[in-house]
């Protein structure tokens, strides 16, 4: 009972010491992202125990469904899958005519981007971070920096993969940025998140530039991490102070960020995973 040890003060100066050389080591050095790895492998089971309530209840509703429900939703799903067949026939039309126009200016012929359909499983807690978990990861081909979409548009992109899950970061973050270019003319500019789900900003676009409430911007796929022409957010407002040379612009998000429980992981042609089955876009939309 006479036994004692470090006295709190050396304790606490000991575990500050380590947690600065831990924050170095990462911050600086970045080695601990295999740790991270692991750990992040290991809680997979964790995201799945999680997610069990809300498959049990979705199988459970299942069995009390009346006849007449069904008929009503199998009737829905034709006339939904007539409407994505239309498109996918209109899609198809104007993929061949870009082809076309492609090889008529002595451009290379470019293929879709190949997916693989991803869950949702998790979303962070932290209210300052933006981040979901996929129960998709390195065994299904997935890496670090790949985009993700939603039905609607780009949702972020992959910013860990662990062996069965991935974690990413969605474009509302603070510290995410999208390489964009507005449909209607090609203005390119830089969509940054600002830690809202419902808002992104356009920046660095000046007063004279031709931009309007309702331009759609699309992915330009400069810096090569993000495919180019995917829906990333819609022009909602426009305003400027008096003497700045610089508008501010506000666009709506056109993925559901806080709402999407499927996602697509796009595989862009270098970057083709070894083990996954993949699925065209064209095909996974028809599916669904």
Do not use: C
């Amino acid at each position: 009972m006479f036994v004692q040890g470090p006295v709190p003060g050396f304790r606490l100066l000991l575990v500050i010491l380590v947690s600065a050389a831990l924050i170095a080591a990462d911050g600086r050095f970045d080695k601990l992202a295999p740790v991270r790895s692991v750990i992040a492998t290991g809680l997979g089971p964790v995201y799945w125990l999680g997610n069990a309530p809300y498959r049990f209840s979705d199988w459970f509703s299942g069995l009390f469904v009346s006849r007449d429900d069904l008929q009503q939703e199998n009737e829905e799903l034709k006339t939904r899958l007539l409407i994505l067949e239309r498109r996918a026939l209109k899609y198809a039309a104007l993929a061949s005519e870009n082809n076309e126009l492609r090889r008529l200016l002595n451009s290379s012929e470019v293929l879709d981007d190949r997916v693989i359909v991803g869950e949702v499983v998790a979303v962070s807690p932290d209210p300052f971070s933006h981040e979901v978990v996929i129960n998709k990861g390195s065994n299904d081909g997935v890496t670090t920096g790949q985009a993700v979409l939603d039905a609607e548009g780009l949702l972020g992109q992959v910013i860990q993969a662990s062996q069965f899950t991935s974690r990413v970061l969605l474009v509302s973050d603070s510290s995410h940025a999208v390489p964009v270019e507005v449909v209607r003319n090609g203005l390119r500019s830089i969509l940054l998140g600002n830690g809202e789900t419902d808002e992104l900003e356009l920046v660095h676009v000046p007063d004279t530039a031709d931009i309007r409430e309702g331009d759609m911007l699309v992915s330009s796929g400069l810096g090569g991490r993000f495919p180019r022409g995917y829906p990333v957010a819609e022009v909602s407002s426009i305003s400027k102070e008096p003497g700045e040379p610089f508008v501010d612009i506000v666009a709506v998000p056109k993925a559901r960020l806080n709402q999407s429980r499927l996602v697509l992981v796009v595989f862009q042609q270098k970057d083709e995973p070894a083990e996954a089955p993949l699925v065209p876009l064209g095909e996974v939309e028809e599916q669904n």
